[in-house]
C-alpha cells in the first residue's frame, strides 16, 4: 500500500504563504502523477493542482498564478508553493497519487492514493 503524508500546514493572514510538503512511500514515484486537493466544511472536495512524471503541471482556474507545484523524484516528494493566499483558500489540503499520465486533472479524477490531509487557515 502506498502510503502518503502532507506537512506544512498552519494559521496564516490574508496576503500571506505557506508549503506544503507531501512524501510519498512508493518505488514508482517516478512514473505517477502526482496532485494536491482541498476541501472545505460542508463542501465537496476540489482539485487543485498536479504534475506528472515529466514535470508537466496543471492549474485550477482558482490558483493559477498564486499556487505552484512541483516535484523531487530523488527524495519522493511533492511540494506546493502557495502566495497571496485568500480566505476562501482555507481547507483540508490532499495530497494524491494517479499511475496514469491523464490529459487533464479535475475536482472528479479518480486518483489511486490519499494521504490524510494537513489543514490550511487563512484569517480575513
Known amino acids: 500500500q502506498v502510503q502518503l503524508v502532507e506537512t506544512g500546514g498552519g494559521v496564516v493572514q490574508a496576503g500571506g504563504s505557506l508549503r506544503l510538503s507531501c512524501i510519498s512511500s512508493?518505488?514508482?514515484?517516478?512514473?505517477?502523477?502526482m496532485a494536491w486537493f482541498r476541501q472545505a466544511p460542508g463542501k465537496e472536495r476540489e482539485f487543485v493542482a498536479a504534475?506528472?512524471?515529466?514535470?508537466?503541471?496543471y492549474d485550477a482556474d482558482s490558483v493559477k498564478g498564486r499556487f505552484t507545484i512541483s516535484r523531487d523524484n530523488v527524495k519522493n516528494m511533492v511540494y506546493l508553493q502557495m502566495i497571496n493566499l485568500k480566505p476562501e483558500d482555507t481547507a483540508v489540503y490532499y495530497c494524491?497519487?494517479?499511475?496514469?499520465?491523464?490529459?487533464?486533472?479535475?475536482?472528479?479524477?479518480?486518483?489511486?492514493?490519499w494521504g490524510q490531509g494537513t489543514r490550511v487557515t487563512v484569517a480575513s
Open positions: 494524491a497519487a494517479d499511475e496514469a499520465d491523464r490529459r487533464a486533472y479535475g475536482d472528479s479524477t479518480p486518483m489511486d492514493y
Open positions: 512508493a518505488g514508482t514515484f517516478a512514473a505517477s502523477t
Open positions: 504534475i506528472n512524471w515529466n514535470y508537466r503541471t
